[in-house]
């Protein structure tokens, strides 16, 4: 594999990670908040995230690759009110889209096929989590500054279940 292309997958086994502690974060800020569904809906998001690392894990291993884990750095947000967490993590999920473009690009200019269609998967991917991201923001400004509708949206959360990534190495 390609030097480059083989550093930016390593590096995103960490970007996986620390998404995966971001939304822990947020996770456990609405917990404090007394937001369940919100606490779940994250706690899910941070299961997925940590799928996706292990997907760029396993990938590397399958492909003969050296696999080194750097430290996870402290999730960085800037908190406010409700909405605060759903804005951070649109803006995140944009950086990692923009991240999953780089190796594309990356691994295109060296022809590696196989490392693009193993990203086909993750730019599909950044589009329903970008989507999910803004769609949680919508949700938000439309029922969240009223404590029935804030409680009903709660609820919708909470009925989020985890399921296993479609994608098979
Ligand atoms: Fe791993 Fe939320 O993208």
Not at 38 to 44: L, V
Not at 57 to 62: A, I, M, R, V
Not at 96 to 107: E, F, G, H, P, Q
Not at 126 to 134: D, L, R, T, V, Y
Request: charged content about 25%; hydrophobic content about 40%.
């Amino acid at each position: 594999m390609d030097t480059k292309v083989a550093k930016l997958l390593n590096e995103q086994i960490n970007k996986e990670l620390y998404s995966a502690y971001l939304y822990l974060d947020f996770s456990n800020y609405y917990a404090e908040e007394g937001l369940d569904g919100f606490e779940n809906w994250y706690r899910i998001q941070a299961q997925e995230e940590r799928d996706h690392a292990m997907l760029f894990y396993q990938y590397l291993l399958n492909n003969g690759q050296k696999v080194t884990f750097e430290a996870i750095a402290k999730p960085e947000w800037e908190m406010g009110d409700r909405m605060a967490p759903l804005k951070a993590g649109l803006a995140h999920e944009k950086y990692v889209t923009s991240l999953i473009n780089d190796i594309y690009a990356a691994a295109f200019e060296v022809h590696d096929f196989r490392t693009m269609q193993l990203l086909d998967w993750f730019v599909k991917e950044q589009g329903e989590e970008e989507k999910n991201a803004s769609d949680m923001i919508t949700k938000m400004e439309l029922f969240g500054t009223d404590a029935k509708g804030l409680y009903m949206l709660n609820s919708e959360l909470k009925g989020r279940v985890y399921s296993a990534p479609s994608l098979v190495l």
